[in-house]
């Protein structure tokens, strides 16, 4: 289902918005391993080291958010360009929630040589 370099909102609980972009950086074949993308100190606690998250179960890629992720100059921001058709466990539509156009973030640097290898 996920693969390494995937990029994820976590769960239901976090706000499917560019400062919660996760990506998947390891899978143990028990556990995906995930870190958050945001380089911003909020998030050290859970990336470093990477976070054991379980299979996955809650968590939703940002494709099925209509959501494209771009780079450059180590930020990262993402735009939406099609409808969401991510859901709650309810089957209640879950829509992206970044107001007022891409926000640029500081990207972890280990990740975007990832997602974005030269």
Not at 15 to 38: F, R
Request: charged fraction near 30%.
């Amino acid at each position: 289902m996920f693969k390494v370099g995937d990029t994820i909102i976590l769960n239901d609980c976090d706000q499917p918005s560019g400062q919660m972009v996760a990506v998947v950086v390891k899978d143990d074949g028990e556990n995906y391993h995930c870190e958050y993308l945001n380089a911003d100190a909020r998030f050290d606690h859970y990336s470093k080291p990477p976070m054991r998250a379980g299979r996955l179960e809650r968590a939703t890629k940002l494709e099925k958010f209509g959501v494209e992720l771009h780079a450059a100059d180590g930020r990262y921001w993402c735009e939406q360009v099609l409808d969401s058709f991510a859901t709650y466990p309810d089957r209640s539509l879950r829509k992206w929630q970044e107001f007022g156009g891409p926000i640029r973030h500081m990207a972890r640097p280990h990740l975007a040589l990832l997602l974005w290898p030269k």
